[in-house]
């Protein structure tokens, strides 16, 4: 074992990134991702769940990489839409569109 080990974050968001940098600073790891590795393919996320996506995302990462991975899968369950868009919060309006598109769908 090196007195670094490498921690694999199984996302190409930077935000969360950043945000697991934060959550494990001064312990002796270094915080690689997918942003690392540009010749992966986009991991599809095809569960029901948000747990489903994250084992997802962390199998495929880590059998790809050859390396233990992290992940995690987040979204909006909002009561008045009857939970939507939950695990579909970053694709809301469909293929290819942002954050905005999301954020203005009714």
């Known amino acids: 074992m090196t007195s670094m080990n490498k921690i694999l974050i199984a996302s190409r968001n ?3 990134i950043d945000e697991y940098r934060e959550l494990l600073q001064g312990l002796p790891v270094v915080i690689v991702s997918l ?3 540009s010749d992966l393919p986009e991991i599809k996320e095809t569960g029901t769940t948000f747990r489903e996506n ?3 995302k962390a199998r495929v990462a880590a059998a790809a990489i050859g390396q233990m991975a ?3 899968d987040s979204g909006l369950e909002v009561d008045y839409l009857q939970g939507a868009p ?3 919060s970053s694709r809301y309006a469909g ?3 942002n ?3 999301n954020k203005q769908k009714t």
């Open 86 to 88: 939950g695990v579909f």
């Open 54 to 56: 994250a084992l997802i």
């Open 95 to 97: 293929p290819g569109q």
């Open 14 to 16: 930077s935000g969360k």
């Open 70 to 72: 992290l992940a995690d």
């Open 99 to 101: 954050d905005k598109a």
């Open 35 to 37: 942003l690392d590795f």
